[in-house]
């Protein structure tokens, strides 16, 4: 044991210092303190209702009615307690209460990468900080977007398994790429790992030809064999997150769509409109904040203070100097880039932009050319609508591509692969400086033309334009604002010169850094410096240049006591009013924020807005055609909307309307009627009284005989029990009937019993459930439960098992490999 740490010493220093450093830039977690986060909010309002019942029964409901009308709640919150990984992730929350986790692992999977690229502890861990402190995984944080930021923290070690594989590593290669694609995969961030899987590709390719290259074409079927194995094994561990959500996804708006435009044969292919998946596109000209990080202005509001030019112009014609601040937060966007809005820039680090830029010379490494082609594929793709050409032919060809949107997120593949070019540049000079010919010109000519950019910029920001395409628009903006042309000209003209100041203050910023690093990387070459320093030197120079830009979107200010975060979203007395009534499940439609952006209602409501990134297509197609100009009533009511929240104009206070025309849980009609394509059946929604006749599509039509629905003014149906995703009726009709239910049709799992009999569920009204009844005294019961998850769950725990054995056997062998190995001890 006494040898082990010895051997170990430098890797436990070094995670000694990750610890540190997750400490104090966290230091408010250990006071007690939590992050308040946007996203995080919006995804407790959806989860109240699961969490409800969870405490209530013990385990988790599988439906919610809490947004949209109803949706799957493995698409919100599930535990997948069958999942191996499930139980990891609580255990490092233990220790470590989020966010604090998440640096801690893309600190310890930064550094397992390295070590397995066999770069030296220090130089490992300096690129686990360049990888970790990347500007957006920090932001990501900030946003609330954790799934996110978990899945990009396992990208690093998912990489480094990969290259053991292709190293040889017949054991701990293919179980560890199992363990942590698992834990990828459990995150639950598909696009992440989408993105992750493009660059792994390019990696691929490259090991082929070198493969044929080298005639080791064996070599390296047998590691791609191996890693396909423990892709499979991280697939089924994940089975009840995968295959419930590729079910659900089809219906979804990431799917095909239902309505075919006007001379359309038949609906488009799956996939979402372009012009939504690239509404976050990155400007050409944005790259530049790799290296400059206020190049841009930073995000978009919330940036200028006392001291700003704006500021200083509202003062001056009147204005009290904190109504002018806020005004400048609010109204004064500095960010000028193509996008709706940005929390913050891509930014790497400019000592790390000036190392990778120099190992594209002088690196030997075959990753480089992989590193190389993989960030130029990732940046050409994140420019989207703003250079379509490549985008473009994978968005209309590449399987699954057009399933994702905000194409600027793939630029986590350069934000991993940049610092890795970065470190490997230091080893080279490390390692070979001597053996490098004409060293030190190069090292010149490649730090000069970095300092020279932000030299320019620094001194003539106006280089970079800062304006967005929209000016003039915006100029005419605040012209309505302040009621005065002049005013708003000399306010705009104010703005461009905060943004000039914001980017030349931070080009000077990156200019030092650079020079800085170079005349340290020069004096190593000329032996004025040692290794050690050198490598120290710039650890500091990049912890200190990326802690400070990071703590811009995320410091201490960010976080709240905990009792603020134990109740995220305030009751308000229109919320109370509403609970005065206990009726069962009654529908609100909360229209005082945007009501399907925003998970508010859900918090205390059975609610048809909410917060999701994937709403049933059905759904969101009624939205498009019966909320667009004008909100169709008759909707509402078979939705059984009871209550609508609205801002009164006279005082802004909420207020709430009571609709009395809701139709209920449930009714019977007089009439349905058939119609031939999805089209006529949302016409027919705004033609039809919906209390009285039901549309159905002829492909139901086998359901039902000649004779029809008799017309029953007696039938009564109620709803005796809810449950989410278990819903009990009484009815009584005096003759065969057809109901309508106020529930969202989905039939991936929902099941309908009539006195035990299961019937059969039939679509009515474009989005809702029917049944058609026996006359008489009876019980109905809808029940959700998903084949898919009741097998995937079982296949889930055989692969988690399979796993741990395949991580045990693959310890095993490399005890037995080191024992081996071991040189032996002489009698003495």
């Avoid at 799956?270 to 206020?294: C, H, M, R």
């Avoid at 989207?384 to 209309?396: A, E, R, T």
Wanted: glycine share 6%.
């Amino acid at each position: 044991m006494k040898n082990w740490f010895k051997e170990n010493a430098n890797h436990l220093s070094v995670i000694g210092i990750f610890l540190l450093l997750v400490v104090f830039y966290f230091t408010p977690v250990w006071q007690g303190k939590t992050l308040l986060q946007h996203d995080v909010m919006q995804a407790r309002g959806s989860q109240k209702e699961i969490f409800d019942y969870k405490e209530k029964d013990g385990k988790t409901p599988l439906w919610t009615n809490s947004m949209f009308g109803g949706m799957p709640t493995y698409q919100i919150w599930y535990d997948h307690a069958n999942n191996l990984t499930t139980h990891i992730g609580p255990a490092i929350r233990a220790v470590f209460p989020p966010p604090s986790d998440v640096l801690l692992l893309f600190l310890l999977g930064g550094y397992f990468l390295f070590s397995v690229l066999k770069i030296r502890p220090w130089l490992a861990a300096l690129g686990a900080i360049a990888l970790a402190f990347s500007s957006y995984n920090i932001i990501y944080v900030e946003a609330g977007h954790l799934s996110r930021a978990y899945a990009i923290a396992y990208m690093a070690p998912i990489i480094a398994s990969v290259i053991l594989c292709y190293r040889g590593s017949r054991y701990w290669g293919p179980s560890l790429l199992a363990l942590f694609l698992a834990l990828e995969l459990r995150a639950n961030h598909v696009q992440i790992t989408y993105y992750l899987f493009l660059s792994i590709l390019v990696l691929v390719g490259f090991e082929l030809y070198y493969a044929i290259r080298d005639k080791k074409l064996k070599n390296f079927v047998q590691a791609s064999v191996l890693q396909l194995v423990g892709v499979i094994i991280a697939v089924l561990v994940n089975a009840s997150v995968l295959f419930p959500t590729y079910e659900y996804a089809k219906e979804t708006i990431r799917g095909k769509a239902n309505l075919t435009k006007t001379g359309d044969a038949e609906a488009p292919s799956g996939g979402l409109d372009k012009d939504y998946a690239y509404a976050w596109s990155q400007g050409v000209g944005e790259n530049i904040t790799f290296l400059i990080p206020n190049a841009y202005g930073g995000r978009s509001s919330g940036v200028l203070d006392e001291k700003s030019n704006v500021v200083k112009t509202l003062v001056k014609v009147g204005a009290p100097q904190g109504e002018a601040v806020q005004m400048a937060k609010s109204y004064f966007p500095t960010y000028w880039g193509e996008k709706s809005f940005t929390s913050g820039p891509w930014y790497f680090g400019a000592a790390v932009i000036f190392l990778a830029i120099l190992g594209l010379f002088i690196v030997k490494n075959r990753l480089k050319w992989w590193i190389l082609t993989a960030t130029i594929l990732a940046i050409l793709l994140s420019f989207g609508k703003n250079f379509p050409l490549v985008s473009d032919l994978f968005f209309d060809y590449f399987p699954m591509y057009n399933k994702f949107r905000a194409v600027e997120s793939i630029l986590v593949i350069p934000a991993v692969l940049i610092p890795i070019m970065a470190i490997l540049a230091l080893n080279e000079l490390i390692t070979r400086g001597n053996e490098i010919p004409k060293l030190d010109k190069t090292i010149l000519y490649t730090g000069g033309a970095v300092a020279a950019l932000c030299l320019l910029i620094a001194l003539m920001p106006s280089v970079l334009d800062l304006r967005t395409s929209q000016h003039q628009q915006y100029v005419g903006q605040l012209q309505q604002l302040v009621g005065d042309q002049n005013l708003a000209n000399e306010l705009a003209n104010s703005l461009l010169k905060d943004r000039s100041d914001l980017a030349s203050k931070d080009a000077w910023r990156s200019f030092f850094i650079v020079a800085l690093t170079l005349g340290l990387v020069f004096a190593f070459v000329k032996k004025k410096v040692s290794a050690t320093i050198l490598i120290a030197a710039i650890t500091l120079i990049t912890l200190v240049d990326l802690w400070s830009v990071d703590k811009r979107y995320l410091n201490n200010d960010a976080f709240v006591d905990k009792s603020i975060y134990d109740k995220p979203i305030p009751e308000r007395e229109v919320d109370q009013l509403i609970h005065m009534d206990k009726d069962l499940s009654y529908r609100v439609f909360d229209l005082t924020t945007s009501p399907f952006q925003d998970a508010g209602a859900s918090y205390f409501h059975k609610s048809i807005g909410g917060y999701h990134a994937a709403k049933l297509m059905r759904f969101q197609e009624v939205l498009e055609n019966q909320f667009n100009n004008n909100i169709n009533e008759d909707v509402l009511d078979m939705l059984n909307v009871r209550y609508v929240i609205t801002k009164d104009p006279s005082n802004n206070s909420d207020r709430i309307q009571r609709r009395s025309s809701a139709l209920g849980n449930a009714w019977f009609v007089d009439k349905v009627s058939f119609v031939k394509s999805n089209n006529e059946e949302m016409s027919a929604l705004g033609t039809i009284d919906p209390r009285k006749e039901a549309v159905i599509n002829e492909g139901f039509k086998n359901q039902f005989n000649d004779k029809g629905i008799a017309n029953s003014p007696n039938a009564e149906i109620k709803l005796i029990s809810y449950h989410p995703d278990t819903l009990k009726y009484e009815y009584s009709t005096p003759a065969e009937g057809f109901a309508v239910f106020s529930e969202i049709f989905y039939d991936k799992g929902w099941k309908a019993y009539v006195d035990g009999e299961e019937a059969p569920i039939i679509r009515a009204d474009y989005l809702l459930r029917g049944l058609k009844l026996p006359g008489g005294n009876h019980k109905v019961e809808f029940v959700f439960a998903p084949e898919s998850m009741r097998i995937s769950n079982i296949i889930s725990l055989i692969a988690s098992i399979v796993l741990v054995i395949g991580l045990g056997f693959a310890a095993w062998m490399g005890y037995k490999h080191n024992n081996k190995n071991k040189p032996a001890v002489k009698a003495s």
